[in-house]
């Protein structure tokens, strides 16, 4: 019995890499790990009660299964890795381009226009769009009147309703129709500059750095333009 323990401990120390040979790293429970054990554990075993023919298939479905479920896991990792970069080399050619995203606000650039879209379920007579400063003050008020179903893009110079020139920055504005005393008020959207694209952290995918308002998922956006 002694025998058969010095045995069993010489191919251990061989498998965990106590020998003298120089070589790269090993999973000390990989698949050469487990043969090796394997094999000394045939040679070692007990004459009068050798493995039986169920357990030993059953080490073999294990090990199988673990090496199967092992690679498996690492040919995901690669594929994932792949469509991961793949995806930011495309989100890339973004930069410089402008997006949709759903949004109240907006940014107004130095000399620039405020622009976004208005989702209309139906045909209206008279849309308006009202836009807000910081303060919560209204600024400007345009009318688009007579609009069809579908989405209409609307643009702010900048100006209020005085002809005055507004503040660079970020602004909110609704976009509302009236009917019979009634109003409806209806789903908006921003339209803004991708300035950056960075990767981001613990599943969120890409994230599209936007003038003025900030990150969004590329899941978020509803048009490039």
Do not use: C, H
């Amino acid at each position: 019995m002694a025998t058969i323990d010095a045995n069993l401990a010489s191919a251990i120390s061989q498998i965990n890499g106590t020998s003298t040979e120089p070589a790269a790293k090993k999973d000390p429970y990989g698949q050469d790990a487990f043969l090796r054990l394997m094999i000394t554990q045939l040679k070692n075993q007990n004459p009068l009660e050798p493995v039986k023919n169920q357990e030993f298939l059953a080490q073999l479905s294990s090990f199988t299964t673990a090496s199967g479920v092992q690679d498996l896991k690492k040919s995901f990792d690669s594929l994932g890795e792949a469509m991961q970069s793949n995806q930011a080399l495309q989100a890339s050619s973004l930069v410089g381009r402008s997006v949709v995203v759903p949004s109240d606000r907006a940014y107004l650039p130095p000399g620039g226009m405020l622009s976004g879209v208005v989702e209309i379920p139906e045909n209206v007579g008279n849309m308006r769009v009202t836009i807000f400063n910081e303060a919560g003050a209204i600024v400007k008020t345009v009318d688009l009147g007579q609009q069809p179903a579908g989405q209409t893009q609307f643009v702010w110079d900048g100006t209020d309703n005085s002809g005055q020139s507004q503040a660079p920055g970020t602004y909110r504005f609704t976009a509302e129709s009236s009917f019979n005393g009634t109003s409806y008020q209806y789903n908006t959207y921003a339209l803004a500059p991708v300035e950056s694209v960075s990767i981001g952290r613990n599943g969120q995918g890409l994230i599209l750095n936007l003038s003025g308002l900030g990150s969004v998922g590329l899941s978020s956006v509803a048009q490039i333009l």
